[in-house]
């Protein structure tokens, strides 16, 4: 078993490719449909394998049963942080009921050259047994901050299949698509990303890996994120 882990993770690390800017615009670190704590606060970092790093911060905060607010700051190095890029998330989401929402994000470039977009998300938890679910989400977002310059609108669908150890481990598969109305042939994406979360009391840590399965002319920068998320 070992021996088939370590095979695993040696061709996921050697064949990952980075997802749609989209699937970032969000004051989570990535699809998830479980309410916020009443205050949490996460960090993490995700590598190209390359002097591009991000740091994403975020403060989420569950205000009621049915509604969950939060920011994230997204920080960006390039060239050994002789350079940096910087973004803002501010969402809320409300829950219509026990496995759905419905979520809203404003994203904004904290660089002159970066853009802002307005990201719609409609989240579903489908639960097949105790240790089995299916996440799914579509998304649309707005503005040249996600759709580019003369793009109109980008849609995203999503689903995350998930088994479930106890209350220790997590393995997810992410696969999601997207691509936008006006540059459809130019940046319509498939990725498939593996994911492992062990939980240790409040505190979760989350391994995930990306692999684009195709358009590698788009979809070309290798990465593997880290992230841990904790109840205040």
């Given amino acids: 078993m070992r021996k088939v882990l370590t095979a695993l993770f040696v061709i996921l690390a050697t ?12 004051y989570t670190f990535g699809p998830d449909s479980r309410p ?3 205050l949490g606060f996460g960090f993490g970092m995700r590598s190209d394998y390359d ?3 991000l740091f994403p911060i975020n403060l ?4 009621t049963k049915n509604f969950d607010v939060g920011s994230k700051v997204n920080i960006q190095t390039y060239d050994k942080m002789d350079h940096m890029q910087a973004s803002l998330d501010i969402g809320g989401r409300f829950r219509f009921n026990s496995a759905s ?8 470039g904290l660089n002159r050259n970066n853009g802002s977009a307005l990201v719609l998300t409609l989240g579903s938890d489908q639960v097949i047994s105790k240790n089995f679910l299916n996440y799914y989400e579509a998304r649309a977002g707005f503005l040249d901050g996600v759709t580019g310059d003369g793009g109109y609108v980008k ?3 999503g689903m995350t299949p998930t088994l479930i150890f ?3 481990l997590r393995c997810m598969v992410e696969v999601n698509t997207s691509g936008s ?3 459809l042939r130019d940046d319509f994406m498939i990725d498939i990303l593996p994911k492992f979360e062990f939980t240790f009391g409040g505190t979760r840590i989350r391994l995930d890996f990306d692999i684009g399965v195709m358009q590698k002319k788009n979809n070309n920068r290798k990465g593997i994120g880290l992230y841990v998320m904790t109840a205040l």
Avoid: C, Q
């Fill in 101 to 108: 929402f419905f979520e809203l994000d404003g994203y904004f």
């Fill in 181 to 183: 109305a006006g540059h």
């Fill in 166 to 168: 106890g209350r220790l």
């Fill in 36 to 38: 916020s704590p009443k």
């Fill in 60 to 63: 989420t905060s569950g205000l």
């Fill in 155 to 157: 849609f995203a669908l």
């Fill in 15 to 26: 064949n990952v490719f980075a997802l749609d800017n989209i699937w970032d615009m969000r």
């Fill in 51 to 53: 002097p591009n790093v």
